[in-house]
């Protein structure tokens, strides 16, 4: 069994950053692909960022490139995304997830099999 704690979610302002951060227990957390998605209230879960086991390949989502970077640290058992220029669109519960396939970026969530409890993140207008 892996466990996710993810960290970092807050209010913002409408252009502010947050830095959201997933320690896993993982002893093969270097294995595997790691992803952000968010869901918002009354929305289905939608995909963020993925980042492969050596960080070999990284996906974002349409809605979130240029400002969001996703990035980990094996050592750490850590996966980072660093949210740059936000908007109250972005508002939502943010989860990271683990993919046992450490080569796939999918963006489908029915591929990450482990999930965290999530992160509140808030912007405001």
């Known amino acids: 069994q892996v466990q996710l704690v993810e960290s970092g979610g807050g209010l913002v302002q409408a252009g502010g950053s947050l830095r959201l951060s997933c320690a896993s227990t993982?002893?093969?957390?270097?294995?595997?692909?790691m992803g952000w998605f968010r869901q918002a209230p009354g929305k289905e879960r939608e995909f963020v960022a993925t980042i492969t086991r050596r960080s070999a390949l990284i996906a974002y989502a349409d809605s979130v490139k240029g400002r969001f970077t996703i990035s980990r640290d094996n050592a750490k058992n850590t996966v980072y995304l660093q949210m740059n220029s936000l908007k109250p669109e972005d508002t939502a519960v943010y989860y990271c997830?683990?993919?046992?396939?450490?080569?796939?970026?999918?963006?489908?969530?029915?591929?990450?099999?482990?999930w965290g409890q999530g992160t509140q993140v808030t912007v405001s207008s």
């Open positions: 997830a683990v993919n046992l396939d450490g080569a796939s970026a999918g963006k489908d969530y029915t591929q990450y099999r482990y």
């Open positions: 993982a002893r093969t957390f270097s294995s595997y692909t």
